[in-house]
Structures are given as structure tokens and as C-alpha cells.
């Protein structure tokens, strides 16, 4: 969700990625389904492993959950770490419904949060 609301929201400025500590596994429907509610079509995209981008250099790299962050350091360096710990939406209680509306909260704070951190670097690249 996070790669493909940093595309739309950051245009050509940044290049996006996503990577987690598990094996790559589907994308969650209702993640899919979350996302084409605001227009983005996320059901190409693939769940990646954090291994896959260890020779590559990035500038920033932003952490999702603690154990993301933890295991980061050894992946990041030369870089800006950031962390913005989120809940995992598959793992809210409740039925699909409950899920959904997880995944929107989950989006929507993505997004605000993204906004304002893109906001914030291009003000610090202006200087």
C-alpha cells in the first residue's frame, strides 16, 4: 500500500519500493480492494523480501512495524531511517467488515502521513 501511495502522491521525484521480513506471500484482497477505492490499482503489485534489496542504496527508508525496524539497521545504511509504526490490518479482529475499515484507517494514515513527509523533504531540498 505504502509503494504505491509514495507513486501517486510523489510522482517522479521518487522511486518506490516495499519489502517485508516474511517470505512474499499474495496481496491481501481487502488491501487490494482498500486501495482501488481511492484509484489505485495495487493488484500487479508483489510482496517482496527485505533480502532482495540488500545491494541496493536507497536514501530513505521507512519502517512500517517494530520488527521492520529492528531489523533494518543492518540494512540501512547511508540513509535516513524513518519509523511510522502502523497495525497490521490482517490482523484486526472481527469479521471482513472490521478488516476493511483496518485497511482504510491503515491507507488513510499512510497517506497523511506520506503527504506530510514528502511536504517536508522537498522544504529541506529548497534550502
Not at 99 to 119: C, G, M, N, Q, Y
Request: aromatic residues 6%; negative net charge.
Amino acid at each position: 500500500m505504502a509503494e504505491a501511495l509514495l507513486r501517486s502522491l510523489g510522482g517522479d521525484r521518487y522511486e518506490s519500493h516495499s519489502a517485508g521480513l516474511d517470505e512474499p506471500a499474495p496481496l491481501h484482497p481487502l488491501a487490494v480492494q482498500a486501495m482501488g477505492e481511492v484509484g489505485l490499482d495495487i493488484s500487479a503489485q508483489r510482496s517482496k523480501h527485505l533480502n532482495d534489496y540488500l545491494d541496493t542504496q536507497f536514501d530513505y527508508v521507512i519502517t512500517l512495524c517494530d520488527r521492520a525496524r529492528v531489523a533494518c539497521p543492518d540494512f540501512a545504511r547511508d540513509n535516513e531511517t524513518l519509523h511510522w509504526h502502523l497495525d497490521d490490518p490482517a490482523n484486526a479482529p472481527g469479521g471482513d467488515a472490521d478488516k476493511l475499515a483496518a485497511f482504510r484507517r491503515v491507507r488513510d494514515e499512510l497517506r497523511a502521513s506520506l503527504e506530510s513527509w514528502i511536504t517536508s523533504t522537498r522544504a529541506s531540498q529548497t534550502r
